[in-house]
């Protein structure tokens, strides 16, 4: 949402709000004619409709956006993920149960590598993924706010790797570190000691992990 889109959200939510007052409370407001709720009511919709619309106008074209990638790339499109979607992706840390059910996944593309035109075996799925989180300010003030991630996932029989979970290194972390809670850093140059000041690493067979992450992998997240 931008601004234009909280000032019509306000608007229509402070006229609906004072046209409910003047009837439902018209004693707080003795000195206003309850007539004047009719008008703050269509305000209010108005306000409201508009702000709708925009909201779907701009889902409308970024869908747009993403289908018309799809057909330039000679992947399949869909604006909604399925249930087989949400089960293949279940197995994924950025996925709990919890938010599988209560997210959304849009504006879907699907892909292999005959599709891509490409010589090693893969299957890709590039995704939208919108649902509510409640990060430790949000707790404190008990409101959730909204996430949309783009996510790209890939499945090779070539590929090999050791299960791990990247994502960047909050504060809260840190105190979880020192408590114990798992973190891999690496500090054997200046850059390795920057990418782990920056990303949270954890998994599995905490060695396999170390040998994925080569100089040159530490080198390109640390400068991002």
Not at 4 to 17: E, I, K, N, S
Request: proline share 2%; with cysteine; glycine share 8%.
């Amino acid at each position: 949402m931008d601004v234009t889109d909280f000032v019509l959200g306000g608007g229509a939510f402070g006229c609906g709000w004072l046209a409910w007052t003047i009837i439902f409370q018209g004693t707080a407001f003795f000195d206003v004619d309850a007539l004047w709720a009719i008008p703050l009511a269509i305000i209010a919709l108005i306000l409201g409709g508009l702000c709708i619309r925009r909201i779907v106008k701009r889902f409308e074209q970024r869908s747009k956006k993403f289908k018309d990638l799809a057909e330039q790339m000679g992947m399949e499109f869909s604006e909604e993920g399925d249930s087989a979607l949400r089960e293949s992706l279940s197995v994924f840390d950025l996925f709990d149960k919890k938010m599988l059910q209560s997210g959304q996944f849009t504006n879907v593309l699907h892909g292999d590598s005959e599709q891509l035109e490409h010589s090693e075996e893969f299957k890709v799925t590039i995704l939208e993924f919108g649902h509510w989180e409640t990060s430790f300010s949000s707790f404190v003030s008990k409101r959730s706010q909204p996430i949309k991630q783009t996510v790209i996932c890939f499945h090779s029989p070539q590929l090999s790797l050791p299960r791990f979970s990247m994502r960047p290194e909050e504060w809260h972390h840190k105190i979880g570190s020192g408590l114990g809670y798992q973190d891999i850093d690496f500090e054997s140059h200046s850059t390795a000691a920057e990418f782990s000041k920056k990303y949270l690493l954890r998994g599995r067979g905490e060695q396999k992990i170390r040998a994925l992450f080569t100089d040159e992998v530490l080198a390109f997240f640390a400068g991002q």
